[in-house]
């Protein structure tokens, strides 16, 4: 900040219970704003609910958990020393290295004393005479700050669906998002998972590799691509290493916050090549393993005719990898285009059902109507089980926001505002509720990215907002209504632009009853949104009301 070196902090004159921000969970977001709110010379406090740092790799510890974006792209960009000294081992990195790897960025910048752990934020409530947050916890704590940051994570609000009779479940059960710390060893014991998200396509392979017998209760097949996870290539690691600020700067101006590997398609449409042309470049994907699959051509993303070439691929390696067809059809997505339910990346999931020791059930038309002391009861049969694996997923992007008591002006709550589904302002802020920022909030690119590349983006953003506001004695930034229906309006707009609405996914609330049918992360592409942010400080904030 450039006149910070004149000015006092602003956090000089804060007693300890009045401060300048708050923020909400100490996952990759919550660290890093942590690191640049006290850069700015800021007084801040984050509340974590767990009691370590890690977010989403604190508490995903299920068997085969591990991240669908490379190591060297899944890390942090901002340090140069951190990047080029912490070393991954394996091209995908498994959550428990993950979870090493924040817990020695906590250590390194020194954030742990900032951070009160285990403690729960119950509600933040705006007040209009002071302009300042109440920031409430489960603990009874209050503490008041000028800034709400809330960077309570997409997909950490875990859902179990409510089957009858769960509690009176004699064996244990788990949900994939909330996995207890100790080693939970499933030899010898029938095992069921529910569920065939990103989460199950992980921990089915290793779940089946243990278990005596597992049952996979799929309601709706996935799309799921080979990873080719291997050790870190050290040649491979070396090369990007030396060129790391370039690579950083291309997946920063990607569409999805990742370099996908170059070729010829990519620009062009499934329909405008032929047919060997098209198979070469899937094959190529494929063998390249990852998420970057859908990238093939331009239009996978918007042409279902182009879609089901991909789709159509997908099903032809299904009915290779599967020895008995009536399973591979099974296995086969044909009620979705390709992508509009999150690409799942996996190793050998489908091959796993070539196992005596495992069991498709399909509850799509015969649904599980209880769960019994014994087991799951569908309406087709019942299944005796030691364990249930719920791998059901999350109330995604909006969960863990609107379940914090969330006020703004005229005391209207979060709930009210996004009744009908979340608005907001370039999926940073929200009218009607003054110095909150969301970190990768609904409205932006989010979960259709590299995530850590867009909650460095968003932190960056917010860090230079407040500082622009410091530097200026701003006390106040608020988004216009005006902006916020505009940016509303044009994410819908982009979004229906795409074949994501054709899906009952979590990216458009369709997993959890009640839930508003939006589509809610932003589909523009990571690059053009960055510099669509970028315009909007570079202007002054337009959409936004700044006051003193
Ligand atoms: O959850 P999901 P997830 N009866 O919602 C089924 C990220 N992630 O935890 O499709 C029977 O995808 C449901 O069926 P259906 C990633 O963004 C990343 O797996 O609704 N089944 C579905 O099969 C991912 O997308 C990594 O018909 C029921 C499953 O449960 C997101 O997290 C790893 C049911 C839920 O799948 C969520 O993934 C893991 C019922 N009553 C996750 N209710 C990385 O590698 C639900 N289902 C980075």
Known sequence: MADSQQRPPVGATATPREIDAVVIGAGLAGLYMLHRLRGLGLTARVYEAGAGVGGTWYWNRYPGARCDIESLDYSYSFSEDLQQEWRWTERYAAQPEILRYIDHVADRFDLRRDIRFSTRVTAAIFDEATNRWAIETE???????RFCIMATGCLSTSQVPSFAGLDTFAGRWYHTGNWPHE?????????GVIGTGSSAIQSIPVIARQAAHLYVFQRTPNFSVPTRNAPLDP?????????YAEHRREARASRAGFVTPPTDNAEKSALAVTAAERQRAYEMRWAHGGLGFTSAFADLGTDRAANETAADFFRAKIRAAVHDPVIAEALSPRDYPLGTKRLCADSAYYETFNRDNVTLVEVKDAPIVAITPQGVRTRAASYPLDSIVFATGFDAMTGALLRIDIRGRGGRTLQEAWADGPRTYLGLAVAGFPNLFTITGPGSPSVLSNMIVSIEQHIEWIADCLAHLHARDLAVIEATPTAQEAWVAHVNEVGDGTLYPLADSWYMGANIPGKPRVFMPYVGG????RDRCAGVAASGYVGFTLTA
Do not use: C, M, P, W
């Open 139 to 145: 603990r009874g704590e209050r503490v008041s700050a």
């Open 183 to 191: 080693q939970i060893d499933f030899t010898g014991q029938r095992v």
């Open 235 to 243: 040649d491979h690691e070396r090369r990007l290493k030396a060129n």
């Open 526 to 529: 990571v690059g053009a949104y």
